[in-house]
């Protein structure tokens, strides 16, 4: 009871709206998966997003050259798209901003970009550009605990004086589950609220606020500690239905360390069996299991960032192949 | 059963000798607590760690400098004691080394620490050294994954030719309780395993090895997601006795924020409780039950790292404090 | 004649007061220096500057711990001083600007300086703040050539929505002089043109803009090339005036590296011998030299940035003095 | 006469062989030059460099991306050329070595270098590397000055462990001409000696010391004060013709920044003038004047490091290059 009403005041931690939604996936080929969500403003509110379109493009492995190339390609087709459906020129000048902290290597995937992406407004200025390239700016604001600085007033007060057409903002999101961690790219143009996904909530950055299109490009390279949990609670599941189904299988007998997921959809486990395994826990929803958690971690501090062991080298790759599908779209001499 | 047999296989992930044996605290004093653990070859092998004196530390929060200044002291006076247990005189040769990732920010301790800590020892080649400074050494030698080299064969021919009379050697450690990170500095003569306590063991770096004495300075970074999985666990118990025991408590129907952690010694939870919340999960020991996450997060590659959200900041200052300890025990003249 | 004219387009390339006016030291204590220049509006439009008080701190060297503290007490009695003389109140809010580009060692002194000065406006806004502490926020806004964005503006919208009280700029600077290359303090309430000492002059960051005021703290970490030419020719007169004079002075021929330098008060080169030694050049004013020089390597494009080689090590000193100076002077508590 | 004896003890500041001998340009097509040099025990000696094959690529920019790669593919055939004349196999294990400073731009080169290059032979411990990679190591051992330890010493004791059949060592270079600076790349098999262009010799890294070969490869970033100076004479000589002869030609009249250099073949300045302009100074060879400079500066210890001002950027696109081109030398499936 009390869970449900804390529920809404504690949103899940997730700035995938993906997560939040019932979906269909537009097209699935190569192990690229892309989904398109529409949010109006009654579906925004009750999941606690902006309303907008909201692109998800999912992948297996970006550390290899071919696959990180076939991702690009798909991300810079994606971004052009969103570009031209908020009506954005070919001349139109665009100010790039990398949210997050350079110093924290799964918050740097914005900072990281802008150091990468091409930046030409000052040699307009200076007259010595060519045809083919769009004006540019790009910024790292930095992070509020290192300026003291609101960030979104920061960006607010810039485009006063600076003027673009249109803002792409990059940053790292929190997922609340795993699976996604740096495998997701998340394009939409509803804008951002910088650090909302791992839990202190900023002003947002956004068309509302800035008057002009805003297009948030981010990849989850976080999961909270609660996610993480309950997700464990999900496998231990699975990983029970498993065993229990192969228990008199002499193959498993040998091979334990079995990844049990890949049998994960022909072994459905019972409720009884849940609440067997795991007690009042196994009757509570997926939801109310991780709010349970929430409530459980916050108060003592604990909730904690989850993060891979390879970050730094993922993230680099990550920076890498935005940065290159941002060139790509802003400009046609790319 | 199986799970006593995979216990085995599967050790507990932690640097920190405190978490694996029965200890005395042997002062705290300030918020600053002294363990001492002496492991005899026998003990330490039945808990997979080296014999050797390990101390370690336990504070609160050092990132105020009045809380720092106090932990730096007790960390240079213990690590001044070991040294001198070692029989290390004060003109010997001493190489540093910082183990670990600069790129990754819970793994940059040892890199970071290196950068800051006094080098002398090629001024005393050119004759310019004034008195009361020791001849050191430091090196940061890399990682694995991005030198492609075995780092204790690395330090290995390194001691060959500069003939060092002592090594220290700094590394961030894995906890197996999310409660000591970055609140632990572990000191011990007993070496180091670059990497053993997330998970890729590598070869030692120890007396055994290099004849002469190693001293590693660790603090913890991290966790493994099973171990904040079996924590928050029990964090469950505390909060469920808590919440039975305070059901009709108008205060608490108020705040629901109340960190009930402090008040865990109070309430212990009984055995059927634990049961009727957690089902079978419920009757496992401790042990049984990390190692149970074990098997169920590591075949699906989902054992990754947990780390604070602030950790840039805290390693940052970690590495003032341990650089700086260092640099008064080994020059007389600081 | 020719010369005359271009003079008056190419001014000296220096961010220096002291080195464009005659002026007093005002104090020389323990090997620092200390000058002060006020700059009426006519004076300053002679020679290219801003008017107002310019305060100049002359050193040896601040690599080693103890001179570093004597300099760092005099720059912070200092700052404190100009601060007061612009009726700054002691709750008044700061922001500390780090202009430069912290990928280029020699010009990062503000980036370096900012990552280290106590921010704490942040903390305030959420209400855990003690007393003795002043509002502080930091930034910095990179350089036009990775922004692409005048930096001028970006701090002149900043400054209408953060309406901070006062500002202190931080940057590194360019000398004429090699002998003043990281020897020199410079403190000014006269505001900053960022980058205009190294040629590439930008709209300017000052009271008269910003309407409040603005302190810019700077350090010479290079000088031009055209500087280290004309320097050489005076030092070869020097030189060649302290070899005739001790041509036959037995210790001189044997100790050929003497630093000549030390006599150069006793040795006047006559202006025959200067024309004897260098020509035409030689019948030329410091001015006049320095002019024809920057007109021989400006068209084609060789007039460099001189930096000395242990440039790293020194800026990271430098900028640990002036953030350690700042947050002295900003709040009591420290 | 003095100075001809000091010019053996003072040789000129440069790691390029094509500054210190007579040689013929084999190539020269799409701006990109390819010089050979083959020094003799003999001819080394008198030139103070180690015998060996210098193959030398001059070309003119590297920021744009297109220039970049033609420089690439001839750097990488002309790398693989020096490979096979060294006898080495296509399994043969190589180490990859980063000389330099990572915190000093200029110097940056090789640590830059090795953060790109492909490390696999951790993947073969492992078993998991497919066809058509070689094994590949890679270090970056720091500075003497930040480790204390000789780096030869450190490279020497590595080889043993880890019995590299040949090594790549790449390093920032020191030019005596500004026209080389960011726009040469050196490829020899004879070796090198850490910082030995910038006037701090060190023991080599080469054959004759580690019984493998090993190959340099390197890119002038910086020339010494001395050499601009000089530079800067005979700049003035053209600078002086070009004047004379156009002192009545209207055209120069109004356009006073010309590229007279583009003149300086047509203009050669008589002897006389030379004098004239420049008294005794005009009277010495380019050998003695810039022994003389260097006498000047070196005893006042201001021979400092010059610089272009956007190294930052131009060292980041130069270890890009190399990294690539080395990658794609030493694995036939890149």
Same mark, same amino acid.
């Given at each position: ?16 709206? =993906? ?5 269909? #996936? ?37 550390? !290899? &050259? ?11 087709? $994606?971004?052009?798209?969103? =570009? ?6 070919? /001349? !139109? ?8 902290? /350079?110093?924290?290597?799964? !918050? ?70 795993? +699976? ?23 002003? $947002? ?16 390279? #976080? ?23 192969? =228990? ?32 009042? =826990? ?11 958690? &929430? $409530? ?9 960032? #989850? ?6 080298? #993922?993230? /680099? ?6 940065? +290159? ?10």
């Amino acid at each position: 009871m009390e869970h449900k009403i804390d529920m809404k005041n504690e949103p899940i931690h997730t700035d995938l709206a =993906i997560e939040l939604t019932k979906n269909e #996936v537009r097209s699935n080929e190569d192990g690229i998966k892309i989904t398109d969500i529409n949010l109006s403003k009654e579906e925004a509110k009750k999941i606690n997003k902006k309303e907008g379109n909201y692109i998800t493009i999912e992948f297996d492995d970006i550390t !290899d &050259y071919v696959a990180r190339k076939k991702v690009k390609t798909v991300f810079s087709k $994606e971004l052009k798209k969103i =570009i031209e459906n908020n009506k954005i020129k070919k /001349d !139109d000048l665009c100010l790039i901003i990398g949210l997050g902290n /350079d110093k924290s290597t799964p !918050d740097s995937l914005g900072p990281l970009t802008i150091s990468k992406v091409l930046v030409t407004n000052h040699l307009f200025l200076y007259g010595d550009m060519e045809e083919g390239f769009r004006r540019v700016c790009a910024i790292s604001p930095g992070v509020t605990g290192s300026t003291g600085i609101e960030t979104s007033d920061l960006i607010k007060e810039m485009t006063k004086s600076l003027k673009p057409n249109f803002i792409i903002v990059i940053d790292a999101l929190a997922s609340s589950s795993v +699976e996604r961690v740096n495998k997701t790219i998340q394009i939409t143009d509803s804008g951002i609220s910088p650090g909302s996904g791992i839990g202190n909530k900023r002003k $947002e950055i956004s068309k509302d606020i800035l008057n002009i299109p805003v297009i948030a490009v981010g990849v989850p390279t #976080v999961v909270d500690a609660a996610s993480i949990v309950s997700d464990t609670i999900n496998y231990m599941y699975s990983h029970f239905a498993y065993q229990k189904e192969n =228990i008199d299988n002499p193959k498993t007998k040998l091979t334990f360390n079995v990844n049990y997921l890949k049998y994960g959809n022909k072994t459905k486990i019972k409720r009884e069996d849940r609440q067997k395994l795991l007690g009042i =826990i196994g009757t509570l929803s997926d939801e109310d299991t991780k709010t349970l958690i &929430y $409530e459980i971690l916050n108060p003592i501090g604990y909730n904690m960032m #989850v993060t891979p062991k390879e970050e730094d080298f #993922v993230i /680099d790759k990550l920076s890498e192949l935005i940065s +290159e599908g941002i060139n790509e779209t802003l400009h046609e001499k790319i």
